[in-house]
């Protein structure tokens, strides 16, 4: 391995936004600590070909539960889809569909899991896909917290003011960063990846390193938050940064100067998503948690609650308030929310 390649081995300590608060706390102790609510784009006619479930999972992850919906339907894996991945050390609402076009409808309300059970149950036009949601809801309770109250509660406003960087979550790039390091070598031809799902896994992480590493450049350079000359704005007026992929760089000037200096320097990593087909896309640059909300149920802990936009990191805020760490069996987490 070059010294060039093994910038990859091991993820950066990407900067913050605010200043450190110095204190701690314990994430997911139990799984009741961390509830998610996805929040749909619409919610079924109640006719057509698909059966849509509201489903509560509790300790199982997404694929697993979807899985287990296709065996009790009788039918296979791909035609069961949903919005997007939920973390498993966790409860969580999601939403799954399966294609029955013909024959009786199961109860699936019936059906008995230690794991998850089916909420209600009704028929639509069309398949839950991937990015079909509008955002996930967080209830959050931090346990153990210690440190400097007032330092916790001063960067609790400052992110429920003006948001937080918009990083993606350490989930995204697997256990100690091994995803981006694995994705670099999947380009450069080192290593054949035949299984299509760690290929996507390879990709996103390696596109989602490119991204944070644009971010974390403009927080060093105190441009974080602020509108440079050039910027590409989302629908909300928020800047945006690359999802590296062919075609031209759509920002200019000042923005494209910095994104462009980013790609230099990591140019294996980006000549090798061009050529691996995927295309030119934003992201939003700041997280705006909503009605983001605070409690102190217990000197020592902390009860959050707020919702983000699909395929934005809860721990991506937390870590801009104060510092977390989960129970060793949480070391290996489902893959985050899509984009």
């Not at 479930?53 to 997404?62: D, H, I, R, Y």
């Not at 390091?181 to 390879?202: D, T, W």
């Amino acid at each position: 391995m070059t010294d060039a390649q093994s910038q990859y081995t091991t993820l950066p300590l990407w900067p913050k936004a605010y200043p450190a608060s110095g204190a701690s706390a314990t994430l997911k102790f139990l799984n009741e600590d961390f509830i998610v609510t996805e929040l749909p784009l619409q919610q079924p006619s109640g006719a057509g070909e698909h059966l849509w479930l509201e489903v509560e999972k509790n300790g199982a992850n997404t694929a697993f539960v979807a899985e287990q919906l296709a065996a009790a339907a009788g039918v296979k894996e791909w035609d069961v889809g949903y919005a997007g991945l939920k973390d498993r050390y966790a409860i969580t609402r999601q939403w799954f569909s399966i294609y029955l076009p013909k024959g009786e409808t199961p109860d699936l309300t019936l059906l008995q899991h230690p794991e998850f059970k089916v909420l209600s149950q009704s028929r639509h036009v069309k398949k839950l896909r991937r990015g079909d949601l509008q955002g996930n809801h967080f209830r959050i309770v931090l346990r153990d917290v210690s440190g400097d109250r007032a330092a916790i509660e001063a960067n609790l406003k400052a992110v429920a003011t003006r948001g937080a960087p918009n990083y993606f979550g350490a989930q995204r790039f697997g256990h100690d960063g091994g995803n981006v390091e694995q994705g670099r070598a999947m380009l450069a031809r080192e290593i054949r990846v035949r299984n299509p799902k760690k290929k996507g896994i390879y990709l996103s992480a390696v596109r989602s390193f490119v991204f944070n590493e644009v971010l974390a450049l403009r927080i060093q350079q105190g441009l974080w938050g602020k509108t440079l000359v050039g910027d590409v704005m989302d629908e909300a007026g928020r800047p945006t940064g690359p999802l590296w992929g062919r075609g031209r760089v759509s920002s200019s000037e000042e923005a494209q100067a910095l994104e462009m200096g980013v790609a230099e320097r990591n140019a294996s990593l980006c000549d090798g998503m061009e050529h691996a087909g995927l295309d030119q896309e934003r992201r939003a640059l700041v997280t705006s948690p909503l009605d983001m909300a605070w409690e102190w149920p217990q000197a020592d802990q902390l009860l959050l609650s707020f919702s983000l936009p699909a395929g934005n990191y809860a721990t991506s805020v937390l870590s801009e308030i104060l510092q977390t760490s989960e129970p060793e069996r949480l070391a290996e987490s489902e893959a985050a929310p899509v984009e």
